[in-house]
């Protein structure tokens, strides 16, 4: 904890993260302005250490100006663009990166982009290393995100309170906007295919009024959005490639961000390696919460081959009832959790359940572990 004048705040996003995420928004525009007639425009006073760090990164011929805007007073945003500063350059056909440290209601990005146009730009695009969606009101979304964040005040790292603060080389969030984690129910449930993990997740979610994370769930949301991370995540699903564990952690803290007050999460299909499991521990870390408990429903092989035959029968699901494919996600799922498991193992955090009986029979067993957490 930091005391900036009379506030007191946490950190919220590290400055190796930081780096990591400016690292992969450089690749990015390196890789979309790749011969093309470049300016970034920073905002100052907050983007003058983003822009620094990110300018390290950029391997392509550009240009750096600035601009000086106004809209901030102590912790709240009032709303209206005082004014523009040095615009003096000749950017007519040329391409402009608007860089930021923040963006929120976005008043800002749309005054600049409207004193722009009439300079006859080729094209005007945003990076900005932090994004509020919860509070945009403007036109002009953010091109390159580094990191969404919810509606709550944060300095450093540029950003200030009240011109104080910005010299911080991490980011740090109010304390009195932080909430308090510490008490919240994070449960990883793993379960093999056939294992009825889909039901029991249901059963634990109503209980205990969690909110279900799917991974997969995530990643259609975000192509059919089209947001940035989708867009990112399809190049490699298209590909055939495995999408990197960074775009789908980011996908799951953009989502984690949108509940203001939650009693708790539950993970479904992540994490699914030791990488994930230690980036998860470090977000989660971040937000003042931790993984509660990795719960396994321990189910024979030859009872899921035979539950995943019947529900073959009334699922409409060819893969159900074809012996190899059903091997094969088997093997998968023990191939991928048992390092999983053993990183949870180490930290005290793995629970075994006997997935064999009726529902209800393993729905008891669930509710007595989560309950002796």
Request: proline share 3%.
């Amino acid at each position: 904890m930091i005391q900036v004048l009379d506030k007191s705040f946490e950190v919220f996003i590290t400055r190796e993260e930081i780096q990591r995420e400016i690292a992969s928004l450089a690749e990015k525009i390196n890789n979309d302005y790749k011969g093309r007639d470049l300016v970034f425009l920073s905002v100052l006073n907050g983007a003058f250490m983003f822009t620094s760090d990110l300018m390290k990164k950029i391997t392509i011929d550009c240009e750096v100006s600035f601009v000086k805007m106004s809209s901030y007073s102590g912790v709240e945003s009032r709303g209206r663009v005082d004014e523009l500063i040095g615009l003096g350059d000749n950017i007519e056909g040329r391409d402009i990166v608007i860089v930021e440290d923040i963006v929120d209601t976005g008043i800002t990005i749309d005054k600049i982009i409207s004193l722009l146009e009439p300079e006859g730009a080729a094209s005007v695009k945003v990076c900005t290393l932090l994004y509020k969606p919860d509070a945009f009101k403007g036109k002009k979304r953010p091109d390159y995100v580094g990191f969404s964040i919810s509606n709550a005040f944060v300095v450093g790292y540029g950003l200030d309170y009240n011109e104080k603060g910005r010299n911080l080389d991490a980011i740090y969030q109010i304390r009195e906007q932080k909430k308090q984690r510490n008490s919240m129910l994070n449960i990883v449930l793993f379960g093999p295919p056939g294992a009825g993990k889909g039901t029991q997740s249901e059963r634990l979610i109503e209980k205990y009024n969690l909110v279900h994370l799917s991974t997969g769930d995530i990643f259609r949301a975000n192509i059919k959005g089209s947001t940035e991370l989708g867009v990112l995540a399809k190049t490699y699903i298209d590909k055939g490639q495995l999408v990197p564990d960074e775009v789908t952690i980011n996908m799951l803290k953009a989502e984690v961000e949108k509940h203001d007050d939650p009693k708790g999460f539950i993970f479904d299909g992540f994490p699914r390696t030791i990488a994930q499991a230690e980036a998860l521990d470090e977000f989660l870390s971040s937000i003042g919460t931790s993984i509660t408990s990795m719960i396994s429903l321990d189910v024979e092989e030859e009872e899921l081959k035979a539950r995943l035959a019947k529900r073959a029968e009334t699922s409409g699901r060819p893969d159900d009832a074809d012996p190899k494919v059903i091997q094969n996600r088997i093997d998968v799922y023990r191939n991928e959790t048992a390092p999983v498991k053993d990183y949870y193992e180490s930290q005290d955090k793995w629970v075994m359940i006997n997935g064999v009986g009726s529902i209800d029979e393993i729905t008891s067993r669930l509710f007595a572990a989560v309950d002796a957490l």
